[in-house]
């Protein structure tokens, strides 16, 4: 069975810094990983997907994430937060295809991200 | 598109009454899922379907559970008798099928759920 493990519940950061957060799976076969993002009283929403190729992953609002296949991790970045990127943010893993009954998305359980001016 | 549509956005009832929870999946989207995200349990997958056929249920809490989707447009979830322990946020999402199995999934806005 596949899992995901988000290791802070909660990163902090200042305005303009660097933000890490981070994310490492387990599934049978290649993974095709996923983070999403929730803002308060809201769903979920797409930032971006590793499938193949390249390991660095752009996506929306400027972040980016390294597939690190050895060290079974997909840690999400951004080189300057932002205040508006507080949120909520989920790594998602789920196996290479292999039929129907692969589409289940595996979630972490979320790391609180906070900005702070 | 609008995006997978979810109603009602909020509900509260009293235990031990029946909750019906309704969702239109994005236009074209074969995969349809039914999420619980509660702060003890995190995000819970309940059930798929695929093209209106349920594939794996085995998220479902128990019998008081059942979902359906009687055509492409449209899914229920149903809870009867509600109990406190239900209350949770439930989200619906779907994707598009087995020529976009690396699409991610699309997320509705949920439907917050207190049983009192």
């Known amino acids: 069975a596949q899992s995901v493990a988000q290791p802070e519940d909660q990163v902090n950061v200042a305005e303009g810094n660097p933000l890490t957060v981070k994310c490492t799976y387990s599934v049978s076969g290649n993974p095709y990983l996923f983070w999403y993002v929730q803002y308060p009283n809201r769903g979920l929403q797409f930032l971006l997907k590793y499938i193949t190729g390249d390991n660095l992953v752009k996506g929306s609002y400027g972040f980016e994430a390294e597939f690190n296949k050895s060290q079974t991790s997909f840690h999400l970045k951004k080189p300057s937060a932002l205040v508006s990127d507080s949120a909520l943010y989920f790594c998602a893993v789920r196996p290479e295809y292999s039929g129907a009954g692969s589409y289940q998305l595996t979630f972490g359980k979320g790391t609180k991200l906070s900005v702070i001016p | 598109d609008a995006g997978v549509i979810q109603s009602p956005r909020h509900e509260v009832t009293e235990m031990g009454q029946e909750v019906t929870l309704r969702c239109k999946p994005i236009s074209g989207h074969d995969y349809l899922f039914w999420y619980r995200q509660t702060m003890m349990r995190g995000l819970e997958l309940l059930i798929y379907f695929n093209n209106n056929v349920p594939i794996d249920d085995s998220g479902m809490p128990e019998d008081r559970f059942s979902a359906k989707m009687p055509n492409a447009s449209f899914s229920t979830l149903k809870i009867q008798p509600s109990e406190p322990r239900d209350s949770a946020v439930y989200f619906c999402?779907?994707?598009?099928?087995?020529?976009?199995?690396?699409?991610?999934?699309?997320f509705g806005p949920g439907t917050r759920l207190t049983v009192t």
């Open positions: 999402a779907s994707s598009p099928g087995l020529a976009g199995y690396s699409y991610e999934q699309y």
